[in-house]
């Protein structure tokens, strides 16, 4: 299994991205923020948990992320490998992914960072805010509130994977094109 952790701020493109990453290297991918957003639609029990979380643009507690988690990736027991976006977004996250992914004899073989300015990227979140129907897209105040906990809880992450050699940042500027070669080179390059 070639595990990727598609990593980066709000806006930055992991999503786009793993819908080409996906087909070209037939990977599994999983966004957190996709399959919560199905739990809210489908007002399950999760969503309904989540829901003030998300709306605010606040992280779902950890517990109740990493469980859900778990459950997408025992889903595809036969799989050449995940592609993670949106997870782990924590420590502790990161730390749960390494025990889960040794219970099943594997590992994460990188991660992967989409890199831009927050200026960049609050604009991008607007534009999207204006279609996508994504309440914590709408509002500059929520955006703002998502860029403070990604500085406070996912940017130290990047210390976690530095220290083990598996931490590629990449140029987030560009054609969506020019951006998939970069993670591509990074890829073929594990
Ligand atoms: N790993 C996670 N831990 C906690 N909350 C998460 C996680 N992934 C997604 N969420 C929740 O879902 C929301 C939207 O996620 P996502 O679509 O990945 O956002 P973004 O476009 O901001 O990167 C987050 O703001 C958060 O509330």
Redesign the pocket.
Same mark, same amino acid.
């Given at each position: 299994m070639t595990n990727i952790v598609l990593f980066g701020k =709000?806006?930055a493109g992991?999503g786009t991205q793993a819908e080409f990453l996906k087909e070209k290297y037939k990977l599994t991918h999983i966004? %957190?923020?996709d399959v919560?957003r199905f739990n809210l639609k489908n007002d399950t029990e999760l969503g309904k948990q989540a829901r003030v979380?998300?709306d605010a643009?606040?992280?779902?507690p950890d517990e109740l %992320?990493t469980k859900m988690l778990i459950d997408e990736v025992n889903k595809h027991p036969n799989t050449n490998g995940i592609l993670f976006d949106?997870? =782990?977004? %924590?420590l502790s996250?990161s730390v749960a992914l390494d025990e889960f992914l040794t219970s099943i004899n594997s590992k994460v073989a990188a991660t992967i960072a989409l890199e831009a300015d927050d200026e960049i990227l609050i604009q991008r979140l607007l534009e999207r805010g204006k279609t996508s129907g994504r309440i914590?897209d709408q509002d500059e105040e929520k955006i703002r509130n998502?860029y403070q906990e990604y500085n406070e809880k996912t940017a130290p992450l990047m210390d976690y994977y530095k220290a083990q050699g598996k931490f590629f940042p990449v140029n987030g500027i560009g054609s969506i094109a020019e951006i998939t070669d970069r993670v591509s080179a990074v890829i073929d390059n594990l």
């Open positions: =709000p806006g992991k966004s %957190t923020g919560f979380f998300m643009g606040d992280l779902v %992320t949106g997870y =782990p977004r %924590t996250q914590d998502r």
